[in-house]
Protein backbone atom coordinates (compact mmCIF):
# COMPACT_ATOMS: atom_id res chain seq x y z
CA UNK A 1 0.00 0.00 0.00
CA UNK A 2 2.40 2.45 1.19
CA UNK A 3 4.74 1.55 -2.39
CA UNK A 4 1.19 2.25 -4.31
CA UNK A 5 0.79 5.90 -1.99
CA UNK A 6 4.65 6.78 -2.81
CA UNK A 7 4.16 5.74 -6.57
CA UNK A 8 1.29 8.52 -7.09
CA UNK A 9 2.58 10.69 -4.85
CA UNK A 10 6.09 10.95 -7.28
CA UNK A 11 3.65 10.94 -10.25
CA UNK A 12 1.70 13.55 -9.21
CA UNK A 13 4.56 15.31 -8.29
CA UNK A 14 6.37 14.89 -11.99
CA UNK A 15 3.32 16.00 -13.46
CA UNK A 16 3.08 19.43 -10.93
CA UNK A 17 6.77 20.44 -12.21
CA UNK A 18 5.78 19.65 -15.74
CA UNK A 19 2.86 21.94 -15.81
CA UNK A 20 4.74 24.75 -14.02
CA UNK A 21 7.50 24.20 -16.68
CA UNK A 22 5.38 24.71 -19.14
CA UNK A 23 3.31 27.51 -18.07
CA UNK A 24 6.33 29.35 -17.45
CA UNK A 25 8.00 28.63 -21.41
CA UNK A 26 3.99 30.12 -22.08
CA UNK A 27 4.98 33.01 -20.53
CA UNK A 28 8.41 33.39 -21.49
CA UNK A 29 6.43 33.00 -25.25
CA UNK A 30 4.07 35.23 -24.08
CA UNK A 31 6.79 38.08 -23.38
CA UNK A 32 9.05 37.58 -26.86
CA UNK A 33 5.97 37.44 -29.20
CA UNK A 34 4.40 40.63 -27.90
CA UNK A 35 7.80 43.38 -28.72
CA UNK A 36 7.35 47.04 -29.19
CA UNK A 37 6.21 48.16 -32.64
CA UNK A 38 9.60 49.42 -34.44
CA UNK A 39 10.03 52.86 -35.75
CA UNK A 40 10.00 52.81 -39.55
CA UNK A 41 11.19 55.79 -41.60
CA UNK A 42 12.65 55.90 -45.35
CA UNK A 43 14.74 58.33 -47.33
CA UNK A 44 15.09 58.99 -51.09
CA UNK A 45 17.04 60.80 -53.53
CA UNK A 46 16.39 62.19 -57.05
CA UNK A 47 20.12 62.95 -57.98
CA UNK A 48 22.86 65.67 -56.87
CA UNK A 49 24.38 67.85 -59.50
CA UNK A 50 25.13 71.74 -59.95
CA UNK A 51 21.56 72.56 -58.74
CA UNK A 52 20.79 76.23 -57.61
CA UNK A 53 18.08 78.06 -56.48
CA UNK A 54 19.03 80.42 -59.07
CA UNK A 55 18.54 78.08 -61.69
CA UNK A 56 14.95 76.24 -60.81
CA UNK A 57 12.14 78.60 -61.40
CA UNK A 58 9.44 78.52 -58.85
CA UNK A 59 7.41 76.27 -60.78
CA UNK A 60 9.86 73.74 -61.38
CA UNK A 61 10.78 73.45 -57.38
CA UNK A 62 7.06 73.44 -56.95
CA UNK A 63 7.31 70.21 -59.42
CA UNK A 64 10.57 68.47 -57.44
CA UNK A 65 9.17 68.88 -54.02
CA UNK A 66 5.52 67.22 -54.83
CA UNK A 67 6.93 64.29 -56.92
CA UNK A 68 9.41 63.90 -54.09
CA UNK A 69 6.93 64.02 -51.62
CA UNK A 70 4.81 61.37 -53.95
CA UNK A 71 7.49 59.31 -53.97
CA UNK A 72 7.95 59.32 -49.95
CA UNK A 73 4.56 59.21 -49.14
CA UNK A 74 4.21 56.20 -51.87
CA UNK A 75 7.19 54.07 -49.69
CA UNK A 76 5.91 55.27 -46.09
CA UNK A 77 2.43 53.96 -47.03
CA UNK A 78 3.97 50.78 -47.27
CA UNK A 79 5.72 50.89 -44.11
CA UNK A 80 2.98 51.89 -42.29
CA UNK A 81 0.57 49.19 -42.94
CA UNK A 82 3.55 46.40 -41.80
CA UNK A 83 4.90 45.91 -45.53
CA UNK A 84 8.25 45.67 -46.21
CA UNK A 85 11.52 47.89 -46.72
CA UNK A 86 11.94 46.33 -49.98
CA UNK A 87 8.36 47.02 -51.21
CA UNK A 88 8.66 50.88 -49.70
CA UNK A 89 12.01 51.07 -51.83
CA UNK A 90 9.92 49.79 -54.68
CA UNK A 91 6.97 52.05 -54.57
CA UNK A 92 8.90 55.05 -53.71
CA UNK A 93 11.14 54.45 -56.84
CA UNK A 94 8.33 53.58 -59.13
CA UNK A 95 6.69 57.04 -58.26
CA UNK A 96 10.14 58.83 -60.01
CA UNK A 97 10.66 56.14 -62.60
CA UNK A 98 7.50 56.90 -63.59
CA UNK A 99 8.17 60.52 -63.92
CA UNK A 100 10.35 62.27 -66.56
CA UNK A 101 11.33 65.19 -64.18
CA UNK A 102 14.37 62.29 -63.15
CA UNK A 103 17.02 60.49 -65.10
CA UNK A 104 15.31 56.42 -64.15
CA UNK A 105 12.43 54.91 -66.16
CA UNK A 106 10.47 57.56 -68.34
CA UNK A 107 12.80 60.30 -69.21
CA UNK A 108 16.19 58.33 -68.89
CA UNK A 109 19.16 60.07 -70.04
CA UNK A 110 20.58 59.05 -73.76
CA UNK A 111 23.91 57.31 -74.76
CA UNK A 112 25.93 58.50 -77.56
CA UNK A 113 24.78 56.36 -79.87
CA UNK A 114 20.78 58.07 -78.88
CA UNK A 115 19.89 55.18 -76.77
CA UNK A 116 18.25 54.93 -73.30
CA UNK A 117 20.13 52.23 -71.28
CA UNK A 118 18.89 51.66 -67.75
CA UNK A 119 20.67 50.55 -64.43
CA UNK A 120 18.77 49.29 -61.19
CA UNK A 121 19.61 47.31 -57.93
CA UNK A 122 18.38 46.36 -54.98
CA UNK A 123 19.16 45.03 -51.61
CA UNK A 124 17.77 43.53 -48.91
CA UNK A 125 19.77 44.03 -45.48
CA UNK A 126 17.86 41.29 -44.00
CA UNK A 127 19.61 38.23 -46.06
CA UNK A 128 21.77 40.44 -48.24
CA UNK A 129 19.83 39.08 -51.16
CA UNK A 130 20.43 41.59 -53.70
CA UNK A 131 18.77 41.83 -57.44
CA UNK A 132 20.41 44.20 -60.37
CA UNK A 133 19.67 44.82 -63.88
CA UNK A 134 21.93 46.88 -66.06
CA UNK A 135 21.11 48.34 -69.72
CA UNK A 136 17.88 47.43 -70.38
CA UNK A 137 16.21 49.62 -72.82
CA UNK A 138 12.11 48.71 -72.90
CA UNK A 139 11.74 47.45 -69.04
CA UNK A 140 8.95 50.20 -67.95
CA UNK A 141 10.20 50.03 -64.16
CA UNK A 142 13.71 48.59 -63.80
CA UNK A 143 13.76 48.48 -60.25
CA UNK A 144 11.01 46.04 -60.35
CA UNK A 145 13.24 43.80 -62.63
CA UNK A 146 15.88 43.77 -60.12
CA UNK A 147 13.54 42.55 -57.41
CA UNK A 148 12.34 40.01 -59.39
CA UNK A 149 16.47 38.61 -60.41
CA UNK A 150 16.54 38.75 -56.63
CA UNK A 151 13.85 36.63 -55.69
CA UNK A 152 13.68 34.50 -58.78
CA UNK A 153 16.81 33.56 -59.99
CA UNK A 154 20.08 32.51 -58.17
CA UNK A 155 22.29 35.26 -59.63
CA UNK A 156 22.58 38.50 -58.75
CA UNK A 157 22.93 40.92 -61.94
CA UNK A 158 20.93 39.96 -65.46
CA UNK A 159 22.13 42.54 -68.42
CA UNK A 160 20.77 44.18 -71.81
CA UNK A 161 18.96 41.53 -73.81
CA UNK A 162 19.26 37.99 -71.18
CA UNK A 163 17.38 41.05 -68.65
CA UNK A 164 14.73 41.96 -71.12
CA UNK A 165 13.85 38.25 -71.76
CA UNK A 166 13.67 37.69 -68.06
CA UNK A 167 11.60 40.38 -67.38
CA UNK A 168 8.63 39.65 -70.22
CA UNK A 169 8.58 35.91 -68.85
CA UNK A 170 7.45 37.48 -65.64
CA UNK A 171 5.45 39.79 -67.67
CA UNK A 172 6.91 42.92 -65.91
CA UNK A 173 5.39 45.72 -67.80
CA UNK A 174 7.74 46.75 -71.38
CA UNK A 175 7.72 49.43 -73.29
CA UNK A 176 9.11 51.18 -76.59
CA UNK A 177 11.51 53.59 -77.00
CA UNK A 178 8.93 56.17 -77.97
CA UNK A 179 7.77 55.98 -73.92
CA UNK A 180 11.13 57.02 -72.01
CA UNK A 181 11.98 59.84 -74.68
CA UNK A 182 11.60 63.34 -74.13
CA UNK A 183 13.16 66.06 -75.92
CA UNK A 184 15.10 68.06 -73.04
CA UNK A 185 17.17 64.67 -72.64
CA UNK A 186 17.48 64.49 -76.46
CA UNK A 187 18.63 68.08 -76.73
CA UNK A 188 21.11 67.87 -73.43
CA UNK A 189 22.31 64.43 -75.81
CA UNK A 190 23.10 66.58 -78.81
CA UNK A 191 24.36 69.61 -76.83
CA UNK A 192 26.74 67.12 -75.06
CA UNK A 193 28.18 65.29 -78.49
CA UNK A 194 28.84 68.67 -79.79
CA UNK A 195 31.73 69.42 -76.62
CA UNK A 196 32.68 65.70 -77.44
CA UNK A 197 32.90 64.95 -74.12
CA UNK A 198 31.11 62.12 -71.43
CA UNK A 199 29.51 63.88 -68.25
CA UNK A 200 27.09 63.89 -65.38
CA UNK A 201 23.57 64.89 -66.66
CA UNK A 202 23.96 67.64 -64.52
CA UNK A 203 27.49 68.43 -63.82
CA UNK A 204 29.33 72.17 -63.37
CA UNK A 205 30.57 71.90 -67.19
CA UNK A 206 27.22 72.14 -68.65
CA UNK A 207 26.09 74.75 -66.33
CA UNK A 208 26.91 78.00 -69.33
CA UNK A 209 24.57 76.14 -72.07
CA UNK A 210 22.48 73.59 -69.88
CA UNK A 211 21.07 76.06 -67.35
CA UNK A 212 17.88 74.12 -68.09
CA UNK A 213 19.08 70.76 -68.62
CA UNK A 214 21.47 69.94 -65.63
CA UNK A 215 19.36 69.44 -62.47
CA UNK A 216 17.77 66.04 -63.01
CA UNK A 217 19.26 62.64 -61.35
CA UNK A 218 19.57 59.37 -60.56
CA UNK A 219 16.75 58.13 -58.38
CA UNK A 220 17.15 56.15 -54.83
CA UNK A 221 15.92 55.08 -51.59
CA UNK A 222 16.33 53.58 -48.45
CA UNK A 223 13.89 52.27 -46.25
CA UNK A 224 13.92 50.59 -42.74
CA UNK A 225 10.67 48.53 -41.85
CA UNK A 226 8.84 47.95 -38.54
CA UNK A 227 10.26 44.74 -38.19
CA UNK A 228 13.35 46.22 -38.19
CA UNK A 229 14.51 45.12 -42.40
CA UNK A 230 16.61 47.38 -44.07
CA UNK A 231 16.55 47.67 -47.75
CA UNK A 232 18.10 49.66 -50.21
CA UNK A 233 17.55 50.74 -53.89
CA UNK A 234 19.05 52.76 -57.01
CA UNK A 235 17.30 53.29 -60.37
CA UNK A 236 19.39 55.47 -63.37
CA UNK A 237 20.03 55.96 -66.71
CA UNK A 238 23.47 56.61 -66.27
CA UNK A 239 25.26 59.49 -67.83
CA UNK A 240 24.13 61.43 -70.53
CA UNK A 241 26.81 60.59 -74.01
CA UNK A 242 27.83 57.74 -71.89
CA UNK A 243 29.28 55.07 -74.77
CA UNK A 244 27.26 52.37 -75.29
CA UNK A 245 26.60 49.39 -73.00
CA UNK A 246 28.55 51.45 -70.09
CA UNK A 247 27.63 50.26 -66.72
CA UNK A 248 27.80 52.98 -63.43
CA UNK A 249 27.62 52.32 -59.86
CA UNK A 250 23.86 52.02 -59.76
CA UNK A 251 23.67 48.42 -60.40
CA UNK A 252 26.67 47.56 -58.38
CA UNK A 253 25.92 46.60 -55.10
CA UNK A 254 28.49 47.86 -53.05
CA UNK A 255 29.06 50.82 -55.08
CA UNK A 256 25.76 52.47 -55.77
CA UNK A 257 23.47 50.69 -53.56
CA UNK A 258 24.15 48.48 -49.92
CA UNK A 259 22.07 47.27 -47.35
CA UNK A 260 22.93 45.18 -44.20
CA UNK A 261 20.05 45.07 -40.77
CA UNK A 262 23.72 45.51 -38.79
CA UNK A 263 24.62 48.40 -39.97
CA UNK A 264 22.72 50.83 -42.85
CA UNK A 265 21.32 51.00 -46.02
CA UNK A 266 22.96 53.12 -48.44
CA UNK A 267 21.80 54.43 -52.18
CA UNK A 268 24.47 56.87 -54.57
CA UNK A 269 24.27 59.14 -56.75
CA UNK A 270 26.94 61.07 -59.01
CA UNK A 271 29.72 60.09 -61.47
CA UNK A 272 29.20 56.65 -61.10
CA UNK A 273 33.05 55.90 -62.08
CA UNK A 274 34.22 57.00 -58.61
CA UNK A 275 31.88 55.06 -56.99
CA UNK A 276 32.62 52.24 -58.35
CA UNK A 277 36.00 52.40 -57.54
CA UNK A 278 35.79 53.84 -53.79
CA UNK A 279 32.95 51.32 -53.24
CA UNK A 280 31.07 53.62 -51.99
CA UNK A 281 27.90 52.23 -50.44
CA UNK A 282 29.87 49.49 -48.63
CA UNK A 283 32.67 51.68 -47.44
CA UNK A 284 29.99 53.54 -45.67
CA UNK A 285 28.91 50.01 -44.11
CA UNK A 286 32.42 49.10 -43.12
CA UNK A 287 33.51 52.39 -41.86
CA UNK A 288 30.11 52.16 -39.24
CA UNK A 289 31.13 48.14 -38.87
CA UNK A 290 35.03 48.58 -38.30
CA UNK A 291 35.64 52.03 -36.84
CA UNK A 292 32.81 52.37 -35.35
CA UNK A 293 31.54 55.09 -37.22
CA UNK A 294 28.68 56.75 -36.89
CA UNK A 295 26.36 56.66 -40.36
CA UNK A 296 27.13 60.76 -40.55
CA UNK A 297 30.64 60.44 -40.30
CA UNK A 298 30.92 57.21 -42.57
CA UNK A 299 29.12 59.57 -45.34
CA UNK A 300 31.29 62.62 -44.30
CA UNK A 301 34.64 60.27 -45.16
CA UNK A 302 33.41 58.63 -47.78
CA UNK A 303 31.94 61.73 -49.84
CA UNK A 304 34.20 64.61 -48.65
CA UNK A 305 37.52 62.19 -48.44
CA UNK A 306 37.49 59.18 -50.41
CA UNK A 307 35.29 60.62 -53.26
CA UNK A 308 36.51 63.92 -53.23
CA UNK A 309 40.24 62.86 -53.07
CA UNK A 310 39.66 61.46 -56.51
CA UNK A 311 37.63 64.17 -58.02
CA UNK A 312 34.46 62.85 -57.81
CA UNK A 313 31.61 64.00 -57.56
CA UNK A 314 28.12 63.03 -56.27
CA UNK A 315 26.09 61.96 -53.01
CA UNK A 316 24.90 59.45 -50.36
CA UNK A 317 21.43 58.72 -48.61
CA UNK A 318 21.67 56.69 -46.10
CA UNK A 319 19.58 54.84 -43.21
CA UNK A 320 21.19 53.19 -39.95
CA UNK A 321 19.66 49.85 -38.20
CA UNK A 322 18.34 52.36 -35.44
CA UNK A 323 16.40 54.63 -37.95
CA UNK A 324 19.11 57.51 -38.06
CA UNK A 325 18.85 59.57 -41.61
CA UNK A 326 21.64 61.44 -42.99
CA UNK A 327 22.95 62.09 -46.53
CA UNK A 328 25.75 64.45 -47.68
CA UNK A 329 27.45 65.05 -50.96
CA UNK A 330 30.12 67.20 -52.60
CA UNK A 331 27.99 68.92 -54.81
CA UNK A 332 25.75 72.41 -55.21
CA UNK A 333 22.91 70.54 -54.57
CA UNK A 334 20.75 66.89 -54.39
CA UNK A 335 17.05 66.06 -54.45
CA UNK A 336 16.48 64.83 -51.04
CA UNK A 337 13.69 63.63 -48.61
CA UNK A 338 12.91 61.55 -45.63
CA UNK A 339 9.43 60.39 -43.68
CA UNK A 340 9.77 58.29 -40.48
CA UNK A 341 7.12 57.06 -37.68
CA UNK A 342 8.39 59.43 -35.73
CA UNK A 343 6.06 61.98 -37.54
CA UNK A 344 9.83 63.78 -38.88
CA UNK A 345 9.41 64.69 -42.78
CA UNK A 346 11.76 66.95 -45.01
CA UNK A 347 12.65 67.74 -48.17
CA UNK A 348 15.23 69.49 -49.43
CA UNK A 349 17.36 70.93 -52.91
CA UNK A 350 20.20 72.93 -52.31
CA UNK A 351 23.29 72.89 -50.25
CA UNK A 352 21.82 74.82 -47.47
N1 LIG B 1 25.55 57.29 -60.74
C1 LIG B 1 24.91 57.31 -62.04
C2 LIG B 1 25.83 56.64 -63.04
O1 LIG B 1 27.01 56.90 -63.01
C3 LIG B 1 24.60 58.70 -62.52
C4 LIG B 1 23.93 59.63 -61.53
O2 LIG B 1 23.84 59.34 -60.35
O3 LIG B 1 23.44 60.70 -61.94
O4 LIG B 1 25.35 55.92 -63.87
Redo the contacts with the bound molecule.
Keep these: MKKYFLTFFSFTLILFIVSSCSNNSKKIKQKTTTPKEKTFALVIHG??GTIKKEYLSEAQEKAYRKKLEEALNAGYTVLEEGGSSITAVQKAINVMENSPLF?AGKGAVFNSIGKQEM?ASIMDGKTLNSGAVAGVQHIKNPINAAILVKDSTRHVMLSGKGAEDFAKQYHLAMEDAKYFYTEKRYQQLLKMQKRDSIQ???STSMINTLIDDHKL??VGCVALDKNGNIAAGTS?G??TNKKYGRI???PIIGA?TYANNISCGIS??????F?IRTLAAHEVSALMMYKGLSLKEALKQVIHVEIDSLGGD?GLIGLDKDGHIAWDFNTAGMYRGYKTSAGDQKIEIYNQ
Aim: glycine fraction near 34%; charged fraction near 15%.
Design positions: GANDLDHGTTGMGDSGATGTGEFG
